[in-house]
């Protein structure tokens, strides 16, 4: 192969090999409008709701007083008309429209209401994930979440593309508010961790984990996060997550480096950066050798130690270029250095989609990316003799795209 049709090849074969996205903030469909989509959704995800208060001089309460049609014409027209959209969060909402085959500059937003009015959900779930190419959809799934809970008590069929995890940050991060609501839905804990109260959070992971059928159990957590730590959220860790990941085979998914509300006023997107602590990774991964752990951390100073620490244990599996890290100079820079310390055994990309056409712009932008690395990597390899065939380009693709977390997933 030469080195231009070896580009082609893997380019090629990247965009058409399926992706399972292991991180989103979407729905199963039978959550009716918890899955969000439409333009009006677009235009007001938080990463836009903070770039357009870049501009905007109103009240904030005045912003988050107004209907989300209104809220999305004002970011409209600071972000897409009174400058051109060039951030990676504007850049999306171009691609989108582009993907749907839309002709995004004709800046008529009335239109694209109408357009996106025409659609039933079902077929424009099948239109994204057509788009997008992806064959599976990991949800952030809460039983702390009041919306959510009551949907999977009541029960409902399942479509088997979106696959559940399960969430639990007030647990790590409020356990005397999560203690109480435990206690509320009938499992004996006390805030004090006297008692059954470890046996008993245990049973409630072992519930909800039946309940959803979650591939993973899943945490976020700031900065400070440390380990071994006398914090609710280490004590809880040691003796409730870790017997209870054993028991199932489950693994825990720590996302670490999110300050929360350090601009209150932005509401979700007020949250802000920190860097972490690797060590506690470490010392977690070295303490409990019979857990599985995913980890992806927010700091991109985090980003080579986080590898190093995988390269240690077997047991870690890095995973994504998360929020703010999710740009492409940034990926790029990312997944190179990935590739570099720990080869095909990470997952470089989720999506952490919150409305659903973002399938289709996450993927589109990532794609590239992760194929140019990869070509870089083959034609390196060129130069020392090793040439990689078609199928063996497909299987390493196969494995960025998900393949390589199913398998950690499924490994004992
Ligand atoms: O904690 C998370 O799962 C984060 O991804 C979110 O809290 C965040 O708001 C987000 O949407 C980032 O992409
Ligand atoms: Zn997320």
């Not at 929020?323 to 190179?336: A, D, H, K, L």
């Not at 130069?383 to 497909?394: D, F, K, L, N, S």
Request: net charge neutral; proline share 5%.
């Amino acid at each position: 192969m030469s080195a231009n049709i070896l580009r082609t090849t893997v380019a090629e074969i990247v965009e058409k090999t399926p992706v399972f996205d292991i991180h989103t903030h979407l729905y199963d469909p039978a959550f009716g409008d918890m899955l969000l989509w439409g333009i009006d959704e677009l235009l007001t995800y938080h990463y836009l709701v903070s770039e357009a208060f870049r501009w905007m001089d109103m009240p904030y309460e005045k912003f988050w007083a107004a209907p989300k049609q209104q809220q999305a014409e004002w970011i409209w027209n600071e972000l897409f008309i009174k400058h051109s959209p060039v951030s990676e969060a504007c850049r999306g909402v171009v691609t989108v429209l582009n993907k749907l085959g839309i002709a995004a500059d004709r800046r008529d937003l009335p239109a694209l209401r109408r357009w996106f009015a025409q659609w039933k959900p079902a077929d424009y779930i099948n239109r994204c994930c057509e788009l997008a190419n992806v064959r599976k959809i990991g949800m952030t799934n809460s039983p702390f979440d009041d919306a959510e809970r009551p949907v999977w008590e009541k029960g409902f069929k399942r479509d088997p593309r979106f696959v559940a995890a399960l969430r639990i940050d007030p647990l790590l991060m409020d356990w005397p508010n999560a203690a109480k609501r435990l206690h509320g839905w009938g499992y004996t804990v006390s805030a004090d961790f006297s008692g059954q109260t470890f046996a008993e959070v245990r049973r409630f992971l072992g519930d909800w984990t039946k309940k959803i059928d979650a591939h993973y159990c899943m945490v976020s957590l700031p900065p400070e996060f440390a380990f071994p730590a006398k914090t609710d959220a280490a004590q809880i860790i040691e003796h409730a997550i870790m017997p209870h990941g054993r028991e199932h085979n489950q693994a825990f998914a720590l996302m670490i480096g999110v300050r929360r509300a350090v601009n209150p006023q932005l509401q979700l997107a007020g949250d802000s950066i920190g860097t972490a602590d690797v060590t506690a990774v470490e010392r977690l991964c070295a303490a409990f050798p019979g857990n599985k752990f995913l980890c992806t951390m927010l700091a991109r100073e985090n980003q080579h130690a986080l590898c190093i620490a995988a390269r240690k244990f077997r047991t870690l599996h890095v995973f994504g270029c998360w929020w703010f890290m999710n740009v492409p100079s940034i990926i790029e820079e990312i997944t190179r250095m990935r590739l570099e310390l720990i080869g095909l055994s990470c997952t470089p990309q989720h999506s952490d989609c919150r409305v659903l056409d973002q399938l289709t712009y996450k993927w589109a932008h990532s794609r590239p990316i992760i194929a140019k690395v990869l070509a870089d990597k083959y034609e390196d390899l060129a130069v020392g003799g090793w040439h990689p065939t078609r199928e063996e380009i497909q299987r390493d693709v196969q494995h960025l795209l998900g393949g390589a977390f199913e398998e950690f997933l499924a490994r004992n």
